[in-house]
T-cell receptor, first 113, second 115 residues
């Protein structure tokens, strides 16, 4: 069955430290890949997306993600985390020609001083 | 409008009552989606509209749930005879067109609490 897995439910990172959030997918072909962020009481905001081409994609707020076909992964990274990055992060995938995004269960990022 | 607008932002209802949730998509976006987000869970797809085509209702959890959309305008999600397990945040999103290559723009959601 097709699925999206975010193995970490919670992650705590010190402010200024680097961040990596994991996302793995299980699909027959390379899907379209997305990362969204949800701040408390807000809807989801698109951080970045990968369709094809360069496997390292840059997004907003200093985030980047790398697609690794061999590992079926699309991990989100940031070199230096700010307190305002504390939020829940969702990985999502869509198959070309399909009309809905499938979301992972999310990773809650806590930033410690 | 500039973004996806949902109303109300919060709704508390008694078990057994019907509720209507509204979504106003971005002007010109032909595709509209409803998702449910229960506490500690990811987003659960409910229903999707694309223009005047028949909606994809494959995610609706029971026949108590229904949704309508007229053309490419406002959509209403209706939950009849609400149950406590319906308590969740209901998120609406729209996209320029259907298909995985178009990211979604989400509204801020309606937090539904069934007491």
């Amino acid at each position: 069955a097709q699925s999206v897995t975010q193995p970490d439910i919670h992650i705590t990172v010190s402010e200024g430290a680097s961040l990596e959030l994991r996302c793995n997918y299980s699909y027959g072909a390379t899907p379209y890949l997305f990362w969204y962020v949800q701040s408390p009481g807000q809807g989801l905001q698109l951080l970045l997306k990968y369709f094809s081409g360069d496997t390292l994609v840059q997004g907003i707020k200093g985030f980047e993600a790398e697609f690794k076909r061999s590992q079926s992964s699309f991990n989100l990274r940031k070199p230096s985390v700010h307190w305002s990055d504390a939020a829940e992060y969702f990985c999502a995938v869509a198959l070309s020609g399909y009309s809905t995004l499938t979301f992972g269960k999310g990773t809650m990022l806590l930033v410690s001083p | 409008g500039a973004g996806v607008s949902q109303s109300p932002s919060n709704k508390v209802t008694e078990k057994g009552k019907d509720v209507e949730l509204r979504c106003d998509p971005i002007s010109g976006h032909t595709a509209l989606y409803w998702y449910r987000q229960r506490l500690g869970q990811g987003l659960e797809f409910l229903i999707y509209f694309q223009g005047n085509s028949a909606p994809d209702k494959s995610g609706l959890p029971s026949d108590r749930f229904s949704a309508e959309r007229t053309g490419e305008s406002v959509s209403t999600l209706t939950i009849q005879r609400t149950q406590q397990e319906d308590s969740a945040v209901y998120l609406c999103a729209s996209s320029q067109r259907a298909g995985g290559s178009y990211g979604y723009t989400f509204g801020s959601g309606t937090r539904l609490t069934v007491v």
